[in-house]
């Protein structure tokens, strides 16, 4: 069965770092790309980052580029999210995406919540 | 402010027709394709239709995509009580090399 798992949330100082991951099951992970989407409390889906098949190619939303930093490992079917230098307004649900036909999103995890907060 | 424009709310009686607007430009819609998303509040959202106009396996044929030129629009026939969600609209834009969401619409039956 097809399924995305994240994992790696939790709540972290203003400045400071965190690391999330997705683990991917029950379909070639080498076939598509993968994004990460997130959604602060309230309001509405923001995109955050893709990394290509391959990992060689990353593209960023303008609010994290330059501090969070998006990889992959083929290996262990797993897509991260390295985070870094966090601002009260990260806070929200993260969560991973698999690429689907026409760019579209078709599979989502069940989202991983970060609050960054003093 | 988001770079494709949505209406924040639409509502409709059980039956009727409601038809959700996305305003993009050139750079996204006019050159990609537009994918919508439905969100039940505390879920994760749910691909409605993609490629502008088809939708995955399991999607009632009361939800469909159109697009022209710069705009986009989905629409649900026959609006039921579960149809009340939170819906988004989605395309790869070539000029900001990302992906741009609308704001989303809240959908009420009423």
């Known amino acids: 069965q097809l399924q995305l798992v994240e994992s790696g949330g939790g709540v972290v100082q203003p400045g400071k770092s965190l690391r999330l991951s997705c683990t991917a099951f029950?379909?070639?992970?080498?076939?598509?790309?993968m994004h990460w989407v997130r959604q602060a409390p309230g309001k509405g889906l923001e995109w955050v980052a893709l990394v290509s098949l391959d990992g060689t190619k990353q593209y960023y939303g303008d609010s994290v580029k330059g501090r969070f930093t998006v990889t992959r490992d083929n290996s262990k079917s797993t897509v991260n999210l390295q985070m870094n230098s966090l601002r009260p307004e990260d806070t929200a649900v993260y969560y991973c995406?698999?690429?689907?036909?026409?760019?579209?999103?078709?599979?989502w995890g069940q989202g991983t919540l970060v609050t960054v907060s003093s | 402010q988001s770079v494709l424009t949505q209406p924040p709310s639409v509502s409709g009686t059980p039956g009727q027709r409601v038809i959700i607007s996305c305003s993009g430009s050139?750079?996204?819609?006019?050159?990609?394709?537009v994918n919508w998303y439905q969100q039940v509040p505390g879920r994760a959202p749910k691909l409605l239709v993609y490629?502008?106009?088809q939708r995955p396996s399991g999607v009632p044929d009361r939800f469909s995509g159109s697009n022209s030129a710069t705009s986009a629009s989905l629409a649900i026939s026959g609006l039921q009580s579960e149809d009340e969600a939170d819906y988004y609209c989605a395309a790869w834009d070539g000029s900001l090399n990302a992906v741009v969401f609308g704001g989303g619409t809240k959908v009420t039956v009423l």
């Open positions: 995406a698999r690429e689907w036909e026409a760019g579209s999103f078709h599979y």
């Open positions: 050139y750079s996204n819609i006019g050159t990609n394709t």
């Open positions: 029950g379909f070639i992970f080498t076939n598509s790309a």
């Open positions: 490629g502008y106009h």
